[in-house]
């Protein structure tokens, strides 16, 4: 009998170990095991591209931002200095287009034992733009020479080299003029110079170039047509 009560006792054990491990598996509360990969926590900061883009960087362009513009290249300039004021040569500059570049490069050849009247300043104006128009010849010789001078401007610093080079002869034949008391020559010759000077600043137009010597040529310009203006409304022969 207590091999038999033995074995009965043996029996129900194994069932009901059996029982156990065959339940579903929605009556297992074993826990599952965690994935390979844990998730990107939601706070985590994604990586930079490889780029160095910025998504709030400011967009340069969308604001209206533009580089400067380059500085505008240089232009010669003459090395006459302003002189002296002089009250009557104030009244004759007055009377022209061009008051203040007449002062400028005429006062400082002036001095008191020269009488300051239109016919004076006229025959110091003369000179001074001879001088003038001479170094502006040879600087113009010069930059035309030079290798890295593109041969457009070359081809225009020829044209003006050319029409400067007209000008000294003709101021002389303007102060042989006035001391003949020849009005018509007088006029001509300086009407003469300021087409040349007129021609060298179209030249550089027509070619759509800005000319090395700029500020020279409309110096140049002002100080031709100032004489121009005295030599025909203000001297009387």
């Not at 883009?53 to 290249?73: K, V």
């Not at 302003?82 to 061009?98: F, H, K």
Request: contains cysteine.
């Amino acid at each position: 009998m207590g091999i038999k009560r033995s074995l009965l006792l043996i029996s129900i054990f194994s069932i009901v170990a059996i029982s156990a491990c065959a339940r579903p598996p929605s009556d297992i509360t074993d826990t599952p095991e965690s994935p390979d990969s844990t998730p990107e926590s939601p706070d985590s900061t994604p990586e930079a591209p490889d780029d160095d883009y910025s998504p709030n960087a400011p967009d340069e362009a969308a604001d209206g931002y533009a580089p400067p513009p380059e500085a505008p290249t240089p232009s010669a300039t003459f090395t006459i200095l302003p002189g002296g004021s002089y009250p009557e040569l104030d009244q004759i500059c007055g009377a022209t287009d061009y008051p203040i570049e007449c002062l400028r490069f005429i006062s400082p050849y002036l001095n008191d034992s020269i009488k300051i009247d239109p016919l004076n300043v006229l025959k110091v104006g003369i000179h001074v733009a001879t001088n003038m128009t001479i170094e502006a010849l040879n600087l113009a010789i010069k930059i035309r020479e030079d290798p890295k001078t593109s041969p457009n401007a070359q081809s225009c610093l020829r044209v003006c080299s050319e029409n400067y080079d007209l000008i000294p002869d003709g101021n002389e034949l303007a102060l042989r003029a006035i001391e003949e008391r020849n009005w018509s020559d007088l006029r001509n010759q300086l009407s003469g110079d300021l087409t040349s000077v007129n021609t060298c600043i179209d030249v550089y137009h027509e070619g759509n170039l800005a000319s090395p010597m700029r500020d020279m040529d409309s110096d140049l310009l002002a100080l031709y047509r100032v004489l121009l203006h005295i030599a025909v409304d203000m001297v009387k022969f």
